[in-house]
């Protein structure tokens, strides 16, 4: 399988780090309090295709991009970058955006500090990424009193200013509202024209067609299909899916 | 009747005309009280905060230890300091009983649990919110710690005020260590019992007010800190 070249950006992943892709995960499974919360899940995520974890609420996307992730330790399976990653080389922005109490300006120099960038290179990096986000102009606001919308943009740019080869989502617009939604979609696809392999998690069927060009859908804690996109909402594989995508149709079209 | 509010305008006369020995008193008190806060916070706000983001074998236990020494009785660590202090002692040599510095020792074991154990609590909410953002981006809970501390640098405040409410109001270990010396080691607390013993009513009642107006100040400045935090912005 052959990934696509962007066209080289300043904010793309940084070359000279080994590639992490692929990813492969076997048999991944997570437990807790005797409950399968995932169970066996096996995949293989490759570079430049935009991965959409799709599935209705509490099929365990969420769970299986903190596994993914590293936040979460599996109790089964394994998961194999194909180099051992940095901390930074992949990064993950969550359905809540988490904000520190600093100035927005300073909530990027946080994570590139921690990346341990030096002062000159955090400076031009922070700007960079403040610029190509539209975030510019609030860059001394506190990061706190901001909208939903540019909380969120906030915490994507943070991730991507660590340049990082994958950026998971996990319900990334699940909180907001439609035109904040855009600006965050937009946002994700310049990510992902900069070279950044996308892994998002979302229950919204019509934002999976947006942005997916292949389709994890998880049901109860499986894996049911990894299918191309196209193929995938014209002829799902799995019975769970076309379930899901009957009664979505059904919800849009009533 | 009549006795009680003719203290009451001499004291008043005392605190508007600032008289010198109340202001020394009152100084001293300040003194002794805000050096132990400042010890207590330097060594409980990041014990509080590491307890919150560490995971070590005991740490519960340490957890429980601190939370069980908030209410020691002002009297028994002034007692236990005495022992430590007194000639006799293990550390009698240093020469430091009756002094201002025995009272702030005295003071600051008493609030270092206070100030450990609020500021741990603290630490915890803001850790449960920061958790995963700070995992994500390759942060140690070590490396964790001066970040709770400065992004958590609002909220904390309660703690530190509280254990300056504590210190500011005990008199048992003041007493037992400083000896309530005047011009020495007489603060405000000790100075009340002593002068109200004596029948001396307007000292102590215009030291009374001053203490009371200082522990409003100190109770009301930490529900407006917890309020603003409740708002979210803190």
Known sequence: MTSPSPTPRPTSPNRTQPRILPLRIEGLSYEKEGKTLVREISCRLEAGKRTLVLGPNGAGKSLFLRLAHGLITPTGGTIRWADTPTAQAHAMVFQRPVMLRRSVAANLDYALGLAGLDKATLRERRDEVLELTGLTALRDRQARVLSGGEQQRLALARAWSLRPQVLFLDEPTASLDPSATERIEELIETIHDSGTKIV????????????????????????????????????????????????EYHALHR | MND???????????????????????????????????????????????????????????????????????????????LLLSRSGPLGTLGLLYTPEAMIIAQTLLIIPIVASLSRQTAEDLWSEYREQLTSLGCSPARAIPTLLYDGRYRLTTAVLAGFGRASAEVGAVMIVGGNIDHLTRVMTSAIALETSRGELSLALALGMILILLSFMINATSYIVRDRVKEGNL
């Open chain 2, 4 to 82: 009680f509010s003719h203290a009451l305008w001499l004291a008043l006369e005392l605190v508007i005309s600032l008289d010198p020995d109340l202001t020394e008193i009152v100084g001293l008190s300040l003194t002794v009280s805000l050096s132990a806060v400042a010890i207590a916070t330097a060594v409980g706000l990041p014990l509080g905060t590491a307890l919150a983001t560490l995971t070590f074998p005991g740490r519960k236990l340490v957890m429980a230890l601190l939370s069980g020494l908030m209410g020691l009785p002002p009297v028994v660590v002034g007692l236990v300091v005495y």
């Open chain 1, 200 to 247: 998002l998690s979302t229950h919204n069927m019509r934002q999976a067609r947006r942005l997916g060009d292949e389709i994890l859908f998880f049901s109860e804690g499986c894996l049911c299909e990894q299918s191309p996109a196209d193929l995938f909402f014209s002829a799902p594989q799995s019975e769970a899916a076309q379930r899901f995508l009957d009664s």
